[in-house]
T-cell receptor, first 108, second 114 residues
Framework: RKEVEQDPGPFNVPEGATVAFNCTYS??????FFWYRQDCRKEPKLLMS???SGNEDGRFTAQLNRASQYISLLIRDSKLSDSATYLC?????????FGAGTILRVKS | DVKVTQSSRYLVKRTGEKVFLECVQD?????MFWYRQDPGLGLRLIYF???????EKGDIPEGYSVSREKKERFSLILESASTNQTSMYLC?????????????FGPGTRLTVT
């Protein structure tokens, strides 16, 4: 069983829309969580960390729910440049465990 | 800016060949990683290293070995390539002192084994 599960999508949204992704994890002892972004044919890059108290960075908000073991990413006012694959990541045992990713396509 | 480079963007090898994938980082990072990325499976950790001459198995080490003779260089070796090793291979590095969870990735090597 994969340790980090994501809806693969794709999520097709118009510019300006708000879109949310969820991700579930199975290791209750996992220490930290992150969202990485991977553009088409490019390498993954860290987008933001995820905290129980929530973490906001501009149009992006990440949230962790330990009781239900899920992580969320909310993108407001979507831009064409937000089109990418979003990878949910947990830190477990000093390693990063990556989800398979959720594809977002923002259309004009 | 951190730069992680990989020796080839595309590689085609025959079954049974020995394959070397090279990775070099220029930020004096202690940690280096090798992943493979396959559709629907995401990134899976093959091997990692926290120091020179040190290596640890990841989740899928079978059929692979690694070498880290210098801090900036981490090599992945496929002793006898097989078709099920056709994949995108990504190298990454991170710093112990900064944010160890922030891994910087190379552009990847797309390996095809025929």
């Amino acid at each position: 069983r994969k340790e980090v599960e994501q809806d693969p999508g794709p999520f097709n949204v118009p510019e300006g829309a708000t879109v949310a992704f969820n991700c579930t994890y199975s290791n209750s002892a996992s220490q930290s969580f992150f969202w990485y972004r991977q553009d088409c044919r490019k390498e993954p890059k860290l987008l933001m960390s995820v905290y129980s108290s929530g973490n906001e960075d501009g149009r992006f908000t990440a949230q962790l729910n330990r009781a239900s073991q899920y992580i969320s990413l909310l993108i407001r006012d979507s831009k064409l440049s937000d089109s990418a694959t979003y990878l949910c990541v947990e830190e477990y045992g000093n390693k990063l465990v990556f989800g398979a990713g959720t594809i977002l396509r923002v259309k004009s | 800016d951190v730069k992680v480079t990989q020796s080839s963007r595309y590689l085609v090898k025959r079954t049974g060949e020995k394959v070397f994938l090279e990775c070099v980082q220029d930020m004096d990072h202690e940690n280096m990683f090798w992943y493979r990325q396959d559709p629907g499976l995401g990134l899976r950790l093959i091997y990692f290293s926290y120091d020179v001459k040190m290596k640890e198995k990841g989740d899928i080490p079978e059929g692979y070995s690694v070498s880290r003779e210098k801090k900036e260089r981490f090599s992945l070796i496929l002793e006898s390539a097989s078709t099920n090793q056709t994949s995108m291979y990504l190298c990454a590095s991170s710093s112990l002192a900064g944010k160890p969870f922030e891994q910087y990735f190379g552009p990847g090597t797309r390996l095809t084994v025929t």
